[in-house]
């Protein structure tokens, strides 16, 4: 048995940076419950599990892995054994064989949801207008503004790959639904819950309720923590 405390590893998904954990790490801090973010370099899928690789290597312990949106694709093509559930805050949960951009399109989205393409150069931004719109619209137009402002596109290569055999297959998992999403359809989101067999929570939230309800997010994440202590 594992008597050593789980740390909370969280990954944020595109258009957003680790910043956009920032509450949700204050409040389980609150709790003593430890807690880290990293910054994905949304490049392709494999640069992107590199990258939290290279973070859990440098933990001592136990590890609950959070995901918000495509970073749902991330913690879970991980093969670190220290991993022993995932949280999906309205994430993203390809099975095998499936790729990002597959399950994102499952069903159809709502007319407030942004049109998407690669720029010139390759990658994929979220217009300005959709921070306010459909990604964080319970937001405050100051969080909304700098979220705009500090947003990381994503590649392509990130969501057209397929994906190998997912750890939520092995390990337990939580879901999330925000129910006031724009960006990622509540169908999609209850289907994939359902799929993983999932511990589920359903709000009225919106895509990024890390920013606009924290303690929505709080909560479930310390349900997991507190399932998981001993395992």
Known sequence: MNTKA???VL?????ANESSWNKVVDLLRSSRIEA???RLPLSSLTDDVMALDQVLRGIDGPVILVGHAYAGAV??????????A?????GLAPDQGETVADVFNRYK???KAPNLAPDSDGWIWLPTDAFAVAFAQHATKQEQTALAAAQLPIAPACITVPVGQPLWKSVPAWYLVAEHDHMIPVQTQRFMAARMGAHVSSHPVDHLPSVSAPEVVEKIIVDAVRQCEGR
Do not use: E, F, M
């Open 6 to 8: 789980p740390t909370v």
């Open 11 to 15: 990954a944020h998904g595109a258009w």
């Open 36 to 38: 880290v973010t990293l």
């Open 75 to 84: 913690i879970a093509a991980t093969h670190s054994d220290k991993v022993k």
């Open 86 to 90: 995932l949280v999906y805050v309205a």
């Open 109 to 111: 989205h709502d007319d």
